[in-house]
């Protein structure tokens, strides 16, 4: 069956840095796009990342563009999400996600989600940004 593993997050400094690792399993990880997600307290699932099953196409959300980097590595069945400048508000609980096809779709922050936009996802990693 399909199993996605989330590992890496934790408590950071405001500035700090952080790197996620998905860990994915039970399907052929080249063939699909990748998203990561997050969920912060009170509110939705907001997506964050995507990119493309050969890692030729990427894409963030405008909060995060610049300091997030997402990227895979297909022999190994992981995607990554490195975040740097890390802020207060970047705290949440960090979910990655198995698309449906080969590439992703961008969500804006304020979409709501019914669980039917993905096939799979994770059981989350917490990050917390915090003094």
């Known amino acids: 069956q399909v199993q996605l593993v989330e590992s890496g997050g934790g408590l950071a400094q405001p500035g700090g840095s952080l790197k996620l690792s998905c860990a994915a399993s039970g399907f052929t990880f080249s063939n699909y796009g990748m998203s990561w997600a997050r969920q912060a307290p009170g509110k939705g699932l907001e997506w964050v990342a995507g990119i493309y099953h050969d890692g030729s196409d990427l894409y963030y959300t405008d909060s995060v563009r610049g300091r997030f980097t997402i990227s895979r590595d297909n022999a190994k069945n992981t995607v990554y999400l490195q975040m740097n400048s890390l802020q207060p508000e970047d705290t949440a609980l960090y979910y990655c996600?198995?698309?449906?096809?080969?590439?992703?779709?961008?969500?804006?922050?304020?979409?709501?989600?019914?669980?039917?936009?993905?096939?799979?996802r994770g059981q989350g990693t917490q990050v917390t940004v915090s003094s």
């Open positions: 996600l198995k698309e449906k096809t080969n590439s992703f779709t961008y969500y804006s922050p304020d979409y709501p989600y019914t669980g039917g936009e993905y096939e799979y």
